[in-house]
């Protein structure tokens, strides 16, 4: 975990998109930034489509979703199943890794409520 990471996305997420530092150094020191972008429309390595799907694309999918908090807390936690992605054709990876070894179930949940309120934000 470089620090060159956090600054380089401090100065540019966390700014254009209006977003909370303090969650984006949270997602950041977790790495999930590895494979998510926070805004849409970006590419992953050498263009091609990015590993994780983007942060807004993810509250949009699961706006009005009552459980969505809980679930998704679940699914980061524990990894998606790749026999049932949800993002399938829309991103290159096809499943999500197991997330508990590098982030709390407290901090998990705080991350995803932050996640699904992305949009709320303009
Ligand atoms: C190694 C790459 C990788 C890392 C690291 C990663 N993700 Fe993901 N994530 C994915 C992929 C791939 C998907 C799409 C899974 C699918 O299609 O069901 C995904 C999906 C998601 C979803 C949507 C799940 C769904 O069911 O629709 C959320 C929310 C999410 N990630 C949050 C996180 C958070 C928070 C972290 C850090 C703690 C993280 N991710 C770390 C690759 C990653």
């Known amino acids: ?50 590993i994780g799907p983007a ?5 949009a ?11 998704l807390t679940a699914t980061v936690l524990a990894g998606s199943n790749p026999y049932e992605s949800h993002w399938k054709g829309k991103v290159s990876g096809l499943a999500m890794p197991p997330n508990k070894v590098a982030i709390n179930e407290a901090d998990a949940g705080k991350l995803v409520q932050w996640i699904l309120a992305l949009n709320d934000k303009k």
Do not use: R
Not at 13 to 22: I, P, R, S, T, V
Not at 55 to 59: E, N, S
């Open 55 to 59: 942060w807004k694309d993810v509250a």
């Open 61 to 71: 999918k699961y706006k009005g979703q009552k459980d969505a908090a809980k679930q």
């Open 1 to 50: 975990m470089g620090g060159v990471w956090v600054m380089v996305l401090g100065a540019s997420a966390a700014h254009a998109a209006g977003n909370d530092d303090a969650m984006v150094k949270l997602a950041t020191t977790s790495g999930c930034m590895t494979c998510h972008h926070i805004e849409p429309g970006a590419t992953g390595p050498n263009g091609l489509a990015p």
